[in-house]
């Protein structure tokens, strides 16, 4: 297999404008992802920063933000340390359903990884499992 790429869709109960803010805007993405330096706009680079500052190195994540159409798509570069610096790409895709929201996302890049692949995947799989569902109850 080649392909190392997650996907991603969930519905949320609230209207994509809605949605859009807590993928960009630094408190909200506090609420179910992690803190932001800064809002997610294109061309900027971003750091997620941990909920213990104290460190000596606050990112937790960061990456740069390569397209911003609000309230629809955004795509950033992403890593963090246990990915040793390999950038993966996160894109975002919203959409009206039915009176809410459809949140695609697809996280690619993976297969290019020197380590271990599957477990990159299968983590990054629970973890985005774990956001969604408070992205769900926050965005609501």
């Not at 706009?41 to 740069?64: F, H, I």
Request: proline fraction near 4%; aromatic fraction near 12%; glycine fraction near 6%.
């Amino acid at each position: 297999m080649t392909d190392a790429t997650l996907t991603k869709t969930i519905f949320i109960n609230a209207a994509p404008e809605r949605v859009w803010t807590y993928l960009v805007e630094p408190d909200k993405l506090a609420r179910w992802f992690h803190e932001s330096d800064k809002m997610l706009d294109a061309g900027q680079d971003y750091a997620l920063l941990r909920e213990n500052k104290d460190k000596p190195d606050p990112k937790m994540c960061w990456g740069r933000v390569l397209v911003s159409e609000p309230p629809h798509r955004l795509v950033y570069t992403f890593t963090h340390a246990f990915l040793g610096g390999h950038e993966t790409e996160v894109a975002w895709q919203l959409e009206e359903a039915f009176g809410g929201a459809k949140l695609t996302l697809v996280h690619s890049g993976f297969e290019a990884f020197a380590g271990d692949v599957f477990d990159m995947l299968t983590s990054h799989d629970k973890g985005w499992d774990q956001h969604f569902t408070r992205l769900r109850v926050v965005a609501s």
